[in-house]
């Protein structure tokens, strides 16, 4: 890294020497800055299985989805039930970024840990952009609404147990810290009985017996949570390459990257989600 650092150094130098407000061989520094970024990325990728990277010059996809066809639709006698398939298109719209700047002389006292760590800071900030739209999407979608705010392991598992009725398999459940902390403080739910021993409470998630994964997250409102199955929920799709554009303000002493996505997202099957809302 102190190569590449030194080699981004010189070359904001000679830049700003030519007097250029567009720095030459962008492209290459732009790879370099994406290749740090992305090790940036946190967990709340894991949420959503149904993702999908889109190739170049495409700006949808076109997701099967399972349906369930009984008697009630003349396609058999009572108490039968067939599948079909179905299909969602999920467009990529929203365009986001995130604007990481510094000033010449920071760039020429900082090591390339600071540099690199301002990078990842703000592929952190973009996904949770990501995470903060998806989340409305599955909130507002939701299919099941009378469910307690998640205080104690029974709440917890009535969610569960309130997908799993529509023969749909929670694997997800977002919480607010204080929620989180209530079940941290519930005996039935820290017991060995519930939580698996081989996977150790870290960045802000545990996962239970159940096979469900807990996230706290500050993003979801108190008193509120969402259970979903992850592979059935919600859709997302992404643009195939996250854009990482330099940028160059010589007279302002200014320079940076801007790092942006397009993505968007649809809930394909809303009674895969199930949701607290929250108190008036």
Same mark, same amino acid.
Request: charge should be negative.
């Given at each position: ?5 030194? +080699?981004? +150094?010189? !070359? ?31 967990? #709340?990728?894991?949420?959503?299985? &149904? ?9 949808? !996809? /076109?997701? @099967? ?9 003349? *396609? ?11 299909? /969602? ?6 365009? &986001? ?9 920071? $760039? ?26 998806? $989340? =409305? ?12 705010? @998640?205080?104690? *392991? ?13 023969? *749909? ?6 919480? !607010? ?11 039935? #739910? ?14 802000? +998630? ?24 992850? &592979? &059935?929920?919600?859709?997302? /799709? ?5 854009? /990482?554009?330099?940028?160059?303000? @010589?007279? =302002? ?15 394909? $099957? ?11």
């Amino acid at each position: 890294m102190g190569i590449l650092f030194e +080699k981004y +150094k010189r !070359h904001l130098t000679e830049a700003k020497a030519a007097g250029s407000d567009a720095l030459n061989g962008a492209a290459t520094q732009a790879t370099m800055a994406k290749e740090v970024w992305a090790v940036g990325l946190p967990s #709340f990728r894991e949420i959503f299985a &149904k993702r999908v990277l889109l190739e170049a010059g495409k700006t949808q !996809h /076109v997701f @099967p989805v399972t349906s369930t066809l009984t008697a009630t639709d003349n *396609y058999g006698a009572a108490n039968v039930t067939f599948m079909s398939m179905s299909y /969602v298109t999920c467009t990529a719209d929203k365009s &986001k970024g995130i604007n990481v700047g510094w000033t010449r002389e920071y $760039i020429e006292m900082a090591t390339w840990d600071a540099i690199a760590a301002l990078l990842k800071e703000a592929g952190r900030a973009l996904e949770e952009i990501i995470f903060t739209t998806t $989340i =409305a999407e599955a909130y507002n979608a939701a299919g099941t609404t009378d469910l307690d705010a @998640p205080d104690n *392991y029974a709440a917890f598992l009535a969610g569960v147990a309130a997908l799993a009725a529509l023969n *749909y398999e929670c694997d997800v459940v977002i919480v !607010h810290p204080t929620q989180y902390f209530a079940l941290l403080g519930d005996e039935k #739910f820290i017991s060995v009985a519930v939580m698996g021993s081989d996977d150790p409470i870290q960045s802000g +998630k545990i996962r239970t017996t159940l096979g469900v994964t807990l996230f706290s997250s500050t993003l979801i409102a108190e008193n509120t949570a969402i259970w979903l199955d992850s &592979k &059935k929920a919600i859709a997302m /799709v992404e643009s195939r390459e996250r854009k /990482v554009e330099e940028y160059s303000y @010589p007279d =302002a002493n200014l320079y940076g990257f801007v790092i942006s996505t397009v993505f968007g997202e649809k809930t394909i $099957i809303a009674n895969a989600v199930a949701s607290t809302k929250a108190a008036e």
